[in-house]
């Protein structure tokens, strides 16, 4: 890279600031420059930017672009009949398709897709919906929930119809998992069309598969913000100008370095046109590898690959400059070091039009690209109006080829001028770091993860217990007692310290300072949702976690290192290795095993109140030891967030047993054990 190639690439500002405030959405690293060990940038890049303290967020990041639109799929929830909606395409094995309402992720029913024989290649069996509207350059998100009766592979895809079937883009891999699981991809739409298919391609091994919840939508504008102390940042993460408004206490930071308005017009852009008989040319070589950390030319590119050639007498071009604002510009223009680049003129004309009216022209001999790819100046301060509606335009003045390629233009006026900032307009994948007028303080109290309270897995749902780790939650430890309650209703804070999920009030039962055991409010949401902490001294750093219909699970003890499942016999005594204080279970004995998240009891019991009596669980609980069915003879809430499940052990050998349970699709996590003495 030559060094006013390389002075380009650290001035052109906006990359920086994309790299930038896409690393400060999640307190990620980020470096800029071209390495410390190059030549050209012996030390690292510095921006006024790093400079600028932004203090401690307040918060993850947020969407504040437009919300994703309605879903595009019809009975995605499959609580209706596939009939009509849902088809396989069976090009070689077999496979059944059918609505299964015995287990689901949402709602009550699923999608079933057994197939018997295999094909050679997944897309030989496919479960899809046809007939769905894409918009071109779109972003979409595909989402949804699914199962598999053993370990298996599945690719989702979107194409259309005989008998091209035009991909769409859409093309990703799951490793699909016996228990339920959220899965999403997003693609990018590159034609209209009305004859999308989403496509399921299933048909790599035989077995089960289920589906639920499927959503296809547009994703939504990808422009976020996250707070701090001292400031904010904004990211435009989509391909069009956005414009951020309503902003309050909030000013640019003074800077000296990056232009206020920095942007290239190129000649493949709509602000592009020329009369006369132009040649696009591509002028684009590839550099060649010949060892470790050496490429040999010739090395110059026009940019984006090609330019506009005028080898006719005459002809102009013309580039729109899309002024976005008043002010005084710089004007470049791009010329690559082409080998015949000394055959093309010396007497470039460029005129800037304003108001239909010349107003500045400058020539150029483009001879001079050979010494190397680089940015010409034409104008520099130049005064423009957007009323004006200015243009650059370039005709031959001499012999030999005219040669249009990009322009650059660049405000006078700077980016962080410490200005006033109450709407911002920000470029196509750029961000901005803006500074607070008042600094507010930083939360006292962050929460890190929130996991159920028995598996320790980061997914729950409501009506059982979860953990929420973090700092500062309070200084001192204790659980609710009576008093916390009033009546039957449960306590939503204890000395100060509440909690809410999805907005929700949580059932606060112990605290600590780092961390805190709640019950999940009653919601029938599902998906990531947020989890907030409040002290006496504010609210917390809010977490997220995956709330699912269901998330069972035992709860456990540790002994010589191993978890063994809380259960009991009938007469109390712990079901554990033999000692003092537990015994095994022993086949054909019926014991009480404990744990949370297994839903909801018919009747349905609120989780707001004290359970007065046990009530069964209305979905069907399963239990396997030592991968042997159990029988459950009797599953349900005993006591607020407590589920009990009565089992019969199953004939199996002595020592520690495995044990697992699943309610409608969703399976506990491995690793639990249970003390069996055979017979």
């Known amino acids: 890279m030559s060094p006013t190639l390389a002075a380009f690439a650290r001035s052109y500002y906006p990359n920086m600031r994309f790299g930038l405030a896409l690393a400060l959405m999640n307190d990620g690293f980020f470096t800029y420059d071209i390495g410390d060990m190059n030549a050209l940038s012996p030390t690292a890049w510095w921006y006024d930017e790093y400079d600028f303290n932004l203090g401690f967020p307040l918060g993850p990041a947020i969407r504040i672009g437009a919300a994703p639109s309605a879903d595009l799929v019809q009975n995605g929830g499959f609580e209706n009949s596939l009939q009509g909606k849902w088809q396989l395409d069976i090009q070689q094995g077999g496979a059944t398709a059918v609505q299964d309402c015995s287990v689901a992720a949402d709602g009550s029913c699923s999608g079933r897709v057994s197939v018997t024989t295999a094909g050679d290649a997944d897309y030989r069996i496919s479960f899809e919906q046809e007939n769905l509207p894409l918009v071109t350059g779109t972003s979409y998100q595909v989402q949804f929930w699914a199962r598999a009766d053993s370990p298996t592979t599945i690719s989702v895809h979107s194409q259309g119809g005989a008998p091209s079937f035009t991909d769409y883009k859409l093309s990703a891999q799951f490793s699909i998992g016996t228990s ?3 899965y999403t991809a997003s693609f990018t739409a590159p034609l209209t069309v009305n004859d999308a298919r989403l496509e399921f391609w299933v048909g790599n091994a035989t077995g089960n598969i289920w589906f639920d919840d499927v959503q296809l939508a547009p994703s939504g504008t990808d422009l976020f913000r996250r707070d701090f102390s001292n400031g904010v940042v904004l990211l435009n993460g989509i391909l069009s100008t956005q414009t951020v408004s309503a902003l309050t206490g909030l000013q640019h930071f003074q800077g000296t370095q990056a232009p206020r308005y920095q942007y290239i017009v190129d000649d493949s852009d709509a602000g592009f046109s020329a009369t006369g008989t132009w ?7 590839l550099p060649v590898y010949t060892g470790p950390s050496l490429l040999t030319g010739p090395h110059y590119h026009a940019w984006e690959g090609a330019l506009h050639q005028l080898d006719a007498s005459s002809g102009t071009a013309q580039w ?3 002024l976005p604002a008043d002010g005084s510009y710089t004007i470049q223009v791009w010329l690559p070091a082409a080998p015949n680049a000394g055959n093309w003129t010396k007497n470039a004309v460029y005129e800037v039009v304003s108001n239909g009216k010349v107003i500045f022209s400058a020539s150029l001999d483009q001879t001079t690209a050979s010494s190397g790819d680089g940015w010409h100046t034409i104008a520099t301060g130049l005064s423009l109006t957007v009323a004006g509606a200015p243009f650059l335009r370039v005709h031959n003045g001499g012999s030999g080829s005219l040669i249009a390629d990009a322009v650059y233009v660049t405000s006078v006026a700077l980016y962080n001028d410490g200005s006033e900032a109450p709407q911002v307009t920000l470029a196509p994948f750029d961000g901005i770091l803006l500074q607070r007028q008042t600094p507010v303080a930083a939360p006292t109290s962050r929460v890190n993860s929130a996991v159920n309270a028995a598996s320790y897995m980061p997914a729950i749902a ?3 217990f979860l953990s929420i780790v973090g700092t500062g939650f309070t200084n001192s430890s204790r659980s609710w007692t009576s008093s916390d309650f009033s009546g039957h209703n449960l306590p939503t804070s204890l000395d100060g310290v509440s909690v809410t999920i999805n907005g929700k009030p949580a059932y606060v039962e112990y605290i600590s300072p780092t961390q805190i055991n709640a019950l999940a409010p009653d919601d029938d949401t599902i998906g990531q949702v947020q989890v907030q902490v409040t002290t006496p001294q504010g609210a917390s750093y809010p977490g997220v976690v995956l709330k699912q219909k269901l998330s069972p699970a035992f709860f456990t003890y540790q002994s010589g290192g191993t978890s063994y ?17 537990s015994r095994p279970a022993a086949p054909g ?3 009480e095993i404990y744990g949370t998240g297994f839903g909801p009891t018919n009747p349905i019991l609120p989780s707001a109140q004290l359970v007065s009596q ?7 609980a399963a239990v396997t030891v030592g991968g042997v069915n159990a029988q459950v003879q009797w599953a349900g809430l005993v006591s607020s967030g407590l589920y009990q499940l009565n089992v019969q052990i199953p004939n199996v050998g002595t020592g520690d047993q495995p044990i697992q349970t699943s309610v409608s699709g969703f399976q506990a996590a491995t690793g639990v054990f249970i003390s069996v003495k055979g017979n």
């Open 614 to 620: 046990p009530a069964p669980l209305s979905l069907p």
């Open 565 to 581: 499942v809380a259960a009991v016999h009938l007469d109390g005594t712990l079901v554990g290795p033999a000692g003092p204080s």
């Open 320 to 322: 729109d400059f899309s």
């Open 279 to 285: 040649n696009t040319v591509t002028y684009n070589p």
């Open 589 to 591: 004995e019926v014991i």
């Open 462 to 464: 409501s009506g059982g």
């Open 180 to 182: 339920w699981s959220l």
